[in-house]
């Protein structure tokens, strides 16, 4: 369950639209009245408010006179409600509201507690959402009938905590949970749209993720500049750093994620237009290639995923993955982790040895190939696909941290 709570000073346009008076309601047939507390029978948007200027009038004037509600279940807890079972649902969330004391780290108090249960409200419960998910809506006046005014500090942390207290109380499942929950398949479904996308570009990646259900949220900086993202789905937010894998789908990271998505297909790419006009490779029969699926004395597991996400792990010595980190230091080359994947990849014989020359035309030396000769040793035999491997994609310097 997810709860919303905010003072507002829109308080006649806030109650126009949750009784559904608003010409911005599509639909106010779907808008049911629940409950109201200390107010007169039957008032309409404007008999509400003037009720709550009432006592509002008896007091200091404060510019956020209104406190704005939203409370939203799971659909599955209420799919059997009737208007008695929100009322009960509402009771509960207000009783915990109220009783709850805010304090600082200091443990001084930030926020006393409120006095729903004696002040003027409002509550109307909302069918007509697009995600169809039913939801209350309520308006409270700031001024209870002692002329004790509703703290506001902290009001959205006493929202949710009451929300999560109720949930618990329910044997519901709580908001941190079913984000939890979605977490993973949020990822996946963000790493489907750029492993969809044929080149890469913000406004695509937003487009895509809209079309499967999404809103994206910029967050830009005073220069206007895009600085991270969150994601929206239904009444639940994930920011970018929540996603993913080592926070790969932050802005920052995104083209580079993309990259590492794409860059077997790039390599196939480029491994075609190096055997136009070129000599087939030489390459060491099947039956004599070592098998690398297997772990063996002296060997270390390293795991390569296809385009289409499957992952399979190999057992390489580890002289020769130690050498591919030294040749790709990732403190000194920006894209390491795409060159060794490519080099561990040819040296394991998942992909198939490219026929690239490194030496000028008319001949010349072909121990600069990297094909596997019968009597190559590993380690050699690493060099060349490690040569290999920076000919079709290259090197890129990192900026910044250096050995």
Partial sequence: MIAKAKAI???INDLRYITGESKHKKHPEK???VLDNLLP??????????????TLSQHRPIKNSIIRIELSPSPEHTSFYDIEDWQKLWHEFAEEFDKQTITGKDGKVRSSPTNLANSKYTVYLHMESKGKVPHLHAAICRFDENGNINNDHNIHLRAQR???????KRGWKTAEEIRSRNIPEVSRECMEVLRTMPSWSWEEYKKALARRGYSVYERKDKKDVLRGYAILKGNTK????????ARNLMISKLPRTWQKLHYRERLAAQVNTSQIHRPEPVQRPAADMDDYTHYRFGSVSYTLSSNSGREQRFYIPERVLDYFNEEFDYREVANSSELTDIA?????GMLETPAVSTGGGGGGSQSDLPWRDKDDDDLQWARRCARAATLLLGKKPRTGLRR
Avoid: C, H, T
């Avoid at 029978?41 to 009432?54: F, R, T, V």
């Avoid at 009451?162 to 618990?168: F, G, K, L, Q, T």
């Avoid at 994930?238 to 993913?244: D, F, M, P, T, W």
């Avoid at 561990?344 to 394991?348: E, G, L, P, T």
């Fill in 344 to 348: 561990v990849a040819i040296f394991v």
């Fill in 238 to 245: 994930y920011k970018a750093s929540e996603l993913g894998v």
């Fill in 41 to 54: 029978p039957d008032l309409d948007a404007m008999g509400i408010w003037n009720s709550m200027q009432l």
């Fill in 31 to 33: 808008i049911y009245r």
């Fill in 9 to 11: 000073s829109y308080g």
């Fill in 162 to 168: 009451a929300a999560e207290r109720v949930a618990v």
